[in-house]
C-alpha cells in the first residue's frame, strides 16, 4: 500500500509451536507459542526497494491467547475517505486460527498503519480464504468493496 510517498508492506511471520513469542514492550516476560502463533510484521520504504521494520513485534495488538493465535494472510487498504467517518482509515483483513480451532476471517481498522487492536475485530464472515482486498468509491449507489477468494480442491 502506497500514501503519501511511502510504501507500507505487511507479511505473516511465522512462530513454530515451542519458540518465544514477541513481546509487547523490552521487559515483559518471555512466553513460549503453545501451538503456531503466527504475527503479522510491517515494513515501511520510500521508494519500493529498501526497507525497514518498523517494530519487534506484530502489528495486532489486544491478542487474547497470544500464545495460541496464529495470524494468516494480511490484506490492508488505505481508506482515506473513510465512508464510516470514524477516522480508521487502514483496514485489514486477516484470517486467525485460535487454539487450533476453525480458521476465522475478520475486518480491523485502525487510525495507525502500525497497530491494530484484535478487540476492535468484525467478522468477515467469510467462508474462506481472501485473496485480495480493492474498492470502487464512485460506484453507482455509493462505494462498492470488493474481496476475491480462491478455493483449492481439496483443502
Request: hydrophobic share 35%; glycine share 8%.
Amino acid at each position: 500500500v502506497r500514501v503519501d510517498n511511502v510504501w507500507y508492506m505487511y507479511s505473516q511471520v511465522l512462530i513454530p509451536r515451542g519458540s518465544p513469542i514477541d513481546r509487547k514492550q523490552p521487559g515483559d516476560t518471555q512466553q513460549i507459542a503453545e501451538t503456531r502463533a503466527d504475527r503479522i510484521m510491517l515494513c515501511v520504504s520510500g521508494d519500493g526497494h529498501t526497507w525497514t521494520r518498523m517494530s519487534e513485534h506484530g502489528v495486532i495488538a489486544d491478542l487474547e491467547f497470544p500464545t495460541q493465535t496464529q495470524l494468516l494472510n494480511p490484506m490492508v487498504i488505505h481508506v482515506p475517505w473513510n465512508p464510516l467517518g470514524d477516522g480508521k482509515v487502514w483496514w485489514m483483513y486477516i484470517g486467525a486460527r485460535i487454539k487450533g480451532g476453525e480458521t476465522e476471517y475478520y475486518q480491523i481498522r485502525s487510525d495507525d498503519p502500525r497497530s491494530f487492536s484484535w478487540n476492535n475485530r468484525v467478522s468477515t464472515k467469510l467462508p474462506e480464504f481472501v485473496n485480495q482486498v480493492a474498492y470502487v468509491r464512485d460506484a453507482p449507489g455509493g462505494p462498492l468493496f470488493f474481496c476475491f477468494t480462491c478455493r483449492y480442491p481439496g483443502l
